[in-house]
């Protein structure tokens, strides 16, 4: 870039002001210093110009003692000329600093040369210093200036030294009216040149930077501003997302204790739409054949009437629904009339946004929580990330409630199993012995009654413990008795006066420890059972191993298992060859 000159031009002194003196370089602080530099190689060689019409001058007016310290005088100053087009051309190019510090000191140098050649110490170049100086100061760093300062001191101070022991004598001695002509143009064009023209400049180029650094400051202040009313946004922007995923905690928190499966989907679809504000709500699983998602809960009316005719979605054929049934990737539609894969449904025909989340536990799609709202662009992908989670938890309480429901009808299957082989084994515990226990205590001895006496003590299913008063006003006790929570008896007593709370209680105990050990002994008879018949099988086995004959094997069989079964008569025949069975 270049710098643009500072002062108060109009626009076309302006712009060829610029492509004369300006350097185009990416820094701006740069192109601002080559721009400065340029300015004033084109001063120097003015000044150059005026110095050399001085020395002309000062030869027409007859002021050097000859001609020649007149041309001598002329070729010191025109000398520079060539230096400051040079610099001016290499500063041009980019090499802006290397061109300062050579410019500069090449012109100290210079002045010292002339003040050497012409009159020492006492010459009247030394006011020629300022322009070096004023450069050092504009353009270099301050201790430049102390540097070029330190060695001018130097120079000076070696100079009267040499001239005080007589060692050295100037090469040209002015003559009192030169020098004072000399002074006086020297001063006066310093005075011009660094008290009117580089203060102008000096102060052209603060204003300039000033400025500069007022728009800077004005452009600071806008990004502050803009940065203040993102940060804003931003800030409510979280604060939404932070009240949304408390409300996903909150719904997922209600969702875990529940665990009835209808119950929980009706609970979340209703959670969803009061708490994040949306039009509709639905809830679709997959159904068993993996062909179908259906609509098992919604939250709006069009939901419900879908619902009632059992709304259903084909995986991958039919909207956004079955798409990310099949995919198990979340899909927004921004505008519904736009997406491709969108079912248009009359039911909510004023949809105009549209997202499904895939509803995945155990690393399988088990349905879809699709989300409708009537406002285009309701949905961002910040969004799919919040209610992702809020899709993930109700997943979750899903596949547990049905794992909790699968295990309550196994517990339940389970019980009904132990419950009829309970009875069962009862039953045939009693067939073996033939028997019927039904008996009654009275007066001192146990009696058989028959099971239609029983039958009127009865009174509830399932049996249990009850006090009664009987047609005959005397005070009844029933108690069942109870094996693996299945009713196998009752036991009742009868008595003149009520039943105190101690003989319920003792009774009750009693009658618990009664049927463990009914039940423990029968598990007894059972088990001594079995291990009768692995014995008779044994003992059969091994006597029929050791006969060597059909017959006596036929004969043997027949006769062991008759005993081991307790049959009056047992019979083995053999079919013919070639004859077989239906």
Known sequence: MSFKPPVGLDVFFENWWNHIVGVEMPDEEEARLGWIFDTMMLISVVITLILIAIFLTAIWLDLFENPLQGVWAVLFPAALIPLSIFCFIQAKRGHVRAMIRLYIWVNFLGISCANFVFDGPSSSAWLLYFWPLSLANVLLPSHYVLLILFVLSVYYGLLYLVSALGIYQPMVTTSPALYRFLVITFGGTMALVTGGGVSYITRAIKDNMLKGYQKAMDTLEAKYRDLQVQLEERTTELQIRAEQFQAVAEVNRTASFILEVNQLLNSAVEQIARRFEYDHVGLFLIDESN????????????GQRMLARGHRLRIGEQGIVGYVARTGVSRIALDVGDDAVWFNNPDLPDTRSEM??????????????????????????????????LADGIAVSIDNARLLEDTQRTLSRLNQLQEQNAIQAWRQALARRNIQLNLMYSTGTAVKISPEQITSIIATRPLQLETRITDEGMYQLVIPVTVRDQDVGLLAFEKARPWRDDELRLTGFVVEQLSLALENARLLEETRLRAAQEAARSDIVSHLRGLSTTDAILRSAARELGQALQVDRSRIQLLPPGERES
Do not use: C
């Not at 349905?367 to 992908?381: M, S």
């Open 356 to 389: 499904a989340l895939p509803l995945i536990a155990r690393g399988r799609t088990i349905g879809v929580l699709d989300i409708q709202t009537n406002q285009p662009r309701a949905f961002t992908e910040d969004d799919i990330l919040t209610l992702r989670v």
């Open 291 to 302: 062909q179908w998602a259906v609509l098992r809960s919604t939250s709006s009316e069009g």
